[in-house]
Every structure is written in structure tokens, then in C-alpha cells.
């Protein structure tokens, strides 16, 4: 069973500001991501990458299609989840990192790397544990690991939220640019937990900027191009 199908999906933006305008973005996206693959979505800037992500992980509405997540032995569909189930699903079944921190005030980044771990009932010092272990390998100082995220430079900021997303084990991975703005030494860690986290069954769906990155851990490439309708805005 894949832990993630993608069937049918299409995508239209609203623009209130502009009278109703419909924009249609994506039409009928399908693909799948199996056990311990790397799916990546290529295509232009534009094209709708960031969009599918933020579909499957339950931040956009889907206008139709099925959008099937491996959960709790069975599949919830992402399209119809109801919120609580969308919450459930993030908790257990799906990590994302994000392009950007959202930095929470005043909790250190050794809590906010915990915190995944905490919310699936890890003890809070064993999860702090962990969280020390992987911002350790990602080269984040221990000085700082006290601190609060916010004022970090944008690459600790990037390494915090990968530590992060990679702290609990989850069936399925979202990475959006997780190496945009990292150093090649950190960028060699990444793709080797990347590479060890596939070895140990995750699926994971990626949008790589770096053309090296996604050559070292790419099982196969989605051409988004290949679901853009024409763009001509309609009137509703
Ligand atoms: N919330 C929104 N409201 C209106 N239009 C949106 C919204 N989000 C995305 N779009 C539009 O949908 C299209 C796809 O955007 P998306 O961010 O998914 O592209 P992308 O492939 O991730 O591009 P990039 O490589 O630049 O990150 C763009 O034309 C964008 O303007
Ligand atoms: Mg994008």
C-alpha cells in the first residue's frame, strides 16, 4: 500500500479582491508515493509544487479528487477529513518542513525540536534527548539551544526546523526547499538522514531547489507542468 495517493485533484484560487475571480491552478494530479521512496515535484516557479504540498498536508481545500494517506492502519482521505482528523493525521502519520521556521515565542529550539515527540506521548526528557542528538548533527551550537528560534540566522533557523520535522517517525515526509539556504556540509547531513529515514520505510513527497539534492535522493520526479490547465482567469 502506497502511504500516500494522490488521485483527481484539482485546484482552483478564489480572488475576492478581484471580483470572484476563479484562477484555476491544477487539474487532475495524480501520483503516488510508496514505502521508502522520494517522490519529488518538479516544474516551473509557479507551476503549483507548494500548492499540492499544502493540500496534502491539509493547509489548502482540494475542490475535488482524493488525496489518500496511510493512517492509523487504514487510509483517511485528506479532501474530506474533518479537522480533528487532519490534526490526528499531522500528529501520527505526516511530518512537513516547511521553507520557513514558524518560530514560536519564548520556547527554546531544543523545545520546539521536542515537541512532535511530546505530542505522541514521549516522555519530555527522552524527547529533549532526542532533540539534543539531531541539533547536534546539524551543527546548531549548544549555546543555543536554550534560546528561542526567532533570532537565529535564517540557515539555523532552516536546520531547527529540519531537526524538527525529523524528530518523530511518521509515515510519510513533506520537505519544501529543506536545503535552500544550508552550507554544503549541513547539506551533506540532510540528504544522509534523508537517505536513512527512506532506508527505514518512510515515503516522503519533496521540492528540491538544488538540482544535487534531489539527484542524490530523487526516486522519481512528478512534472507538475503536466497538470496546469490554461490560465486564463474566469469570471465566476
Ligand atoms: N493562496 C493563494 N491565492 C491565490 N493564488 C495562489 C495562492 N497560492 C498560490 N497561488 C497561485 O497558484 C500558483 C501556484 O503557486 P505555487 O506556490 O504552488 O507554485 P510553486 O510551483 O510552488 O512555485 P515556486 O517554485 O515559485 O515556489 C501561482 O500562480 C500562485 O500565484
Ligand atoms: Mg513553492
Known amino acids: ?17 478581484q471580483g470572484g475571480l476563479v484562477l484555476p491552478v491544477l ?3 495524480t501520483f503516488a508515493v510508496p514505502p521508502g521512496e522520494c517522490v519529488v515535484l518538479g516544474g516551473e516557479s509557479g507551476a503549483g509544487k507548494s500548492t499540492i504540498m499544502k493540500m496534502v498536508y491539509g493547509s489548502y481545500a482540494a475542490d ?46 531544543q523545545d520546539v525540536v521536542a515537541e512532535p515527540l511530546v505530542e505522541r506521548g514521549v ?21 543555543l539551544w536554550a534560546l528561542p528560534p526567532a533570532t537565529f540566522s535564517g540557515g539555523e533557523q532552516q536546520r531547527v526546523n529540519i531537526a524538527r520535522g525529523f524528530a518523530a517517525e511518521r509515515p510519510l515526509l513533506l520537505l519544501d526547499e529543506p536545503t535552500a539556504s544550508l552550507d554544503a556540509r549541513n547539506r ?25 539534492v534531489r539527484d542524490a535522493v530523487a526516486d ?12 486564463e482567469a474566469v469570471a465566476a
Not at 500500500?1 to 479582491?17: A, G, I, Q, R, Y
Not at 479528487?65 to 487532519?86: K, M, S
Not at 522519481?220 to 490560465?231: G, K, L, M, W, Y
Open 123 to 143: 516522555e519530555r526528557e527522552v524527547a529533549r534527548d532526542r532533540a539534543a542528538e539531531l541539533l547536534a548533527r546539524l551543527s546548531i551550537p549548544e549555546r
Open 188 to 212: 551533506a547531513v540532510v540528504i544522509e538522514m534523508i537517505r536513512e529515514r527512506l532506508a527505514a520505510g518512510t515515503g516522503m513527497l519533496a521540492i528540491f531547489h538544488d538540482h544535487d
Open 220 to 231: 522519481r520526479v512528478v512534472d507538475v507542468a503536466a497538470f496546469t490547465p490554461a490560465r
Open 27 to 29: 487539474r487532475g494530479v
Open 64 to 109: 475535488r479528487g482524493r488525496i489518500a494517506l496511510a493512517h492509523r492502519g487504514g487510509e483517511l482521505d485528506l479532501v474530506t477529513a474533518a479537522p480533528r482528523e487532519v490534526i490526528a493525521a499531522r500528529r501520527d502519520s505526516m511530518g512537513y518542513v516547511s521553507q520557513f521556521l514558524r518560530a514560536v515565542p519564548r520556547v527554546s529550539a
Open 1 to 17: 500500500m502506497n502511504v500516500l495517493s494522490v488521485e483527481n485533484v484539482d485546484k482552483t484560487f478564489t480572488l475576492h479582491l
